[in-house]
């Protein structure tokens, strides 16, 4: 039957987690409680990300640090090419090579003053994602992800040269891509598609985003270029006072699309997690990522215990 079909044996797909440097004190504790309970989950990496205009650098940093230092997690810094020249960035990554950190997610930014705006490159700077690829692997061996728009990025001039793009962003070196957040499934397997027939054969590894917020996910995808369908207004509407049911609809969507993308194969996804763990636990839970490799009440299960169950 079709719940069987959707729930029934499969097996658990790889995971990642993205978080963002937190602002106070209160949202650096909460940052860390979901990092507790995420990585009962053992995910491949977490990537922090880094503000539009190096605006976050040092805060970046400290949560790299942390992660890196005590929580036993390989992490991935976000770097961006906005506001800074080749040298400064330079020391940005080797400072992450010194401290242990293999992975790096190399990004052009968004231009100052946010996305919409005109983006200039930096004086001296590296002005691409791609030309930052180049650079980061002339000096350290990191491992390397980049940035992939099922939908193309805002600004190309066509679909066919962001993938043209993407492509170089791989050539020089980069081994994965993580992909804008989409809500059409079908528009990512078509990229997919497209990407393999462009002789791209890493992996682009789907970047999922659960929405609770309809309004300011529209506000925010309008700016990246990611269409949210009429399906997910109806869905949220009237709900704007009732949070809690916002969380449930808001699972069951992101469960919905992660199902029927495991279907077509794909065994890799990344969370936006925006600092939460709950929707993202539940989605993961079920894709049959679970704390722990061995039965829930065993008590030889470390990663059950350090998930708080
Ligand atoms: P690029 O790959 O350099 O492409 C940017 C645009 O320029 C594309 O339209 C491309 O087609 C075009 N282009 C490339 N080369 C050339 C050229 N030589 N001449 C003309 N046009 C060219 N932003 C942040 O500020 N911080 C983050 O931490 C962050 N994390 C992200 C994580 C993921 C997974 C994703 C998908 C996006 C993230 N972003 C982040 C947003 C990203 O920085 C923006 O989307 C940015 O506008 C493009 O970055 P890129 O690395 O894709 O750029």
């Given at each position: 039957n079709r719940l069987e079909h959707r729930f029934g044996a499969r097996k658990p797909p790889k995971v990642s987690f993205e978080f963002f440097p937190p602002k106070s004190e209160k949202a650096e504790a909460s940052l860390w409680k979901t990092v507790d309970r995420l990585k009962g989950l053992s995910p491949e990496f977490v990537s922090v990300t880094y503000g539009a205009?190096?605006?976050?650098r040092e805060r970046t940093h400290d949560v790299v640090k942390q992660l890196s230092d005590n929580s036993g997690l390989a992490t991935m810094p976000h770097l961006t090419c906005v506001g800074a020249d080749q040298s400064e960035i330079d020391d940005i990554a080797d400072g992450y090579w010194d401290m242990g950190v293999r992975r790096i997610m190399a990004l052009r930014g968004d231009p100052v003053g946010g996305a919409g705006e005109k983006y200039q490159p930096h004086a001296g700077g590296y002005p691409y994602a791609a030309e930052l690829v180049s650079g980061l692997t002339k000096r350290h061996d990191f491992e390397i992800a980049v940035a992939a728009y099922p939908e193309a990025h805002p600004e190309a001039p066509s679909a066919r040269f962001d993938l043209d793009n993407l492509k170089r962003k791989f050539d020089n070196g980069a081994s994965m891509a993580v992909t804008q957040?989409?809500?059409d499934t079908d528009v990512y397997l078509r990229f997919r598609d497209a990407c393999v027939l462009a002789g791209i054969e890493k992996p682009i590894i789907p970047g999922i985003l659960p929405v609770t917020n309809y309004a300011t996910t529209k506000r925010f995808s309008d700016a990246c270029g990611t269409k949210v369908p009429d399906w997910m207004a109806d869905a949220f509407d009237g709900l704007d006072n009732d949070a809690e049911t916002r969380n449930m609809i808001a699972a069951n969507i992101a469960i919905e699309q992660v199902l029927a993308l495991q279907a077509e194969g794909i065994d890799e996804f990344h969370f936006y997690t925006l600092n939460r763990a709950d929707l993202c636990f539940a989605v993961c839970h079920a894709l049959k990522v679970r704390p722990g490799k061995t039965a829930p009440n065993d008590p030889e299960s470390t990663n059950w215990r350090l998930a708080g169950y």
């Open positions: 205009d190096g605006s976050t957040y989409f809500f």
